[in-house]
C-alpha cells in the first residue's frame, strides 16, 4: 500500500475533485447498506474517511460515523473542516492503517470508499484489511466497498490525463500518466502537480505515484469468504446494475458471518 498522500496533495486535494457527487455517493452507499442490514443504521464505520466529507454526508441522514483514514494530514483537514457543520457532533475521526487499525467499538456497517482497497496491491495487505473490518462488524452487519472493475481495465486499458482546477486560493494543474502492470493487476498512478498559491504567486510542483489494483468479482469474494463475509451484491457504480466493462467503477457489498 502507498504511503499517505503528500502534503501538498492534501491542501488540493477537494479542489482537485470538486467535481465529485460526494452527496449522491453518501445516500447510495446508505441505501446499498441498509438494505442488506437487519435493523435500522445507527453507527456507520468510513474507512478511509479523506477530508471527511462522506462522513458528514452520511451523518446527515441520521447516523454516527467513525472515520479513519492512513493519513494524518487527511484527518487534520477533515477534524478542521467538519468543526462548524451541523453534522459534527455525530461524526469522528481517527488516523489508521486499514490492515491494523483497532478500535474500541463495533459498527452496524462499514464502508470503503474511493477505491480504497484498490490501494492494497499484495493479497496479504487486502486479507489483512479485510479480517479488521470484520473485527469490527456484527455477525449480521454489512460491508460496502468500490474498487476498479478488472474487465474495464482489460477492455479499455489506461490513457494519459490532464486537469485544471481553480478556486480562490489555488490554481492547480495535474497529468496523470499511468503505467499499467498487466501481469501483477496493477496501475500505477503517476500524479504531475503543479499548484500555485494565488496569495503569494508561490508554485508548487511535486510528483507522486499511486499504485492502484484491479480486481475480479470472484477474486474478492474467495477472499472476503476466508474472511468471515459473505458477498450478497456486485454492481457498477453508483448504478446498481452489473458490473461492466466499460465501465471502471464497481461496487460490491457483503455482510459479516
Sequence with gaps: MSGTFSRE??????LLYGSKDYTAEAAFVLDRLQAASPAPLRTVLDIGCGTGRHAHLMAGHGVRVQGVDLSD???ALARERGQDLPTASAVAFSQGDVRTFALSQTFDAAAALFHVFSYLTATEGLEAGMARVRHHLPTGAPFLFDYWYAEAIRRDGVERR???AENDAWRVHRLTEPVWEKD???????????ATEKS??????????HPMRYFDPDFLEHHLARHGFKVVEHGEWLTGGPPQ???LG????????
Design 9 to 14: 496533495y492534501v491542501a488540493v486535494y477537494d
Design 73 to 75: 494530514k487527511m484527518v
Design 162 to 164: 490532464e486537469r485544471e
Design 184 to 194: 501483477n493487476d496493477l496501475v500505477r498512478v503517476n500524479f504531475h502537480v503543479t
Design 200 to 209: 503569494s504567486g508561490t508554485v508548487h510542483r511535486w510528483h507522486e505515484e
Design 245 to 247: 466493462a466499460g465501465a
Design 250 to 257: 464497481a461496487y460490491l457489498v457483503a455482510v459479516a458471518v
